[in-house]
């Protein structure tokens, strides 16, 4: 971010892959978990504990690198779990991933936000241990915060403190 943009910035949300250069705070406003998302019909769908490396020889649904900082999340949660994914799609769209995996394309790591729309063909479960979650930032001058950035903030805080609160437990597979 160029000194012309800082003078003009008041507040944005950002990418935390992103780097805001000098004279920028970043404040966090709250963490957004990822889960492994996978086809109904797919042979773990009704495994109630699962890691990683379960799904290391599974074809992956992946946003780009180049763009997304979700894929840069996936690429250290596998390398951490020991295995290099077998990228089998990206595209930056959730909605589009999510349909190839319905199609049994692969399996996408998604963050929870996606799982608020989720296909009745896809089934979504935690992972244990968690994948780093994907933090949403807001970005602001450093040294100075403006009334309006001020009274933005707190909306944004009051609004993820909302969206937390109100996430959904994810369903479990039925005992068997």
């Given at each position: 971010m160029?000194?012309?943009?800082r003078e003009?910035l008041h507040?944005?949300?950002?990418?935390p892959?992103?780097?805001?250069?000098?004279?920028i705070e970043?404040v966090?406003?709250?963490?957004?978990?990822?889960?492994?998302?996978?086809?109904s019909?797919?042979r773990l769908?009704?495994a109630?504990?699962?890691?990683?490396?379960?799904?290391?020889?599974?074809?992956?649904?992946?946003?780009t690198?180049h763009?997304c900082?979700?894929?840069?999340l996936f690429?250290?949660?596998?390398?951490?779990?020991?295995?290099?994914p077998?990228?089998?799609f990206?595209n930056?769209?959730y909605?589009?991933i999510?349909?190839?995996?319905?199609?049994?394309?692969?399996?996408?790591l998604?963050?929870?936000?996606v799982t608020?729309g989720i296909r009745d063909?896809?089934?979504?479960?935690a992972?244990d241990?968690?994948?780093?979650?994907?933090?949403?930032l807001?970005?602001?001058p450093?040294?100075?915060?403006?009334?309006?950035?001020?009274?933005?903030l707190?909306?944004?805080h009051?609004?993820?403190?909302?969206w937390?609160?109100?996430?959904p437990?994810?369903?479990l597979p039925?005992?068997t």
């Amino acid at each position: 971010m160029d000194a012309q943009q800082r003078e003009e910035l008041h507040g944005a949300l950002i990418d935390p892959g992103a780097s805001a250069g000098g004279g920028i705070e970043l404040v966090r406003l709250f963490d957004d978990p990822m889960y492994v998302a996978m086809p109904s019909s797919h042979r773990l769908a009704g495994a109630s504990c699962l890691g990683l490396e379960s799904f290391a020889r599974e074809p992956w649904m992946l946003a780009t690198t180049h763009s997304c900082p979700d894929s840069r999340l996936f690429l250290r949660a596998c390398h951490d779990a020991g295995f290099e994914p077998r990228i089998a799609f990206q595209n930056d769209d959730y909605p589009a991933i999510l349909g190839f995996v319905a199609a049994g394309v692969g399996v996408a790591l998604i963050p929870d936000m996606v799982t608020r729309g989720i296909r009745d063909d896809v089934v979504v479960r935690a992972l244990d241990p968690q994948p780093p979650p994907r933090p949403i930032l807001a970005a602001l001058p450093a040294g100075y915060r403006s009334h309006a950035a001020a009274a933005m903030l707190s909306v944004l805080h009051d609004v993820s403190d909302a969206w937390v609160a109100g996430r959904p437990a994810l369903a479990l597979p039925a005992a068997t």
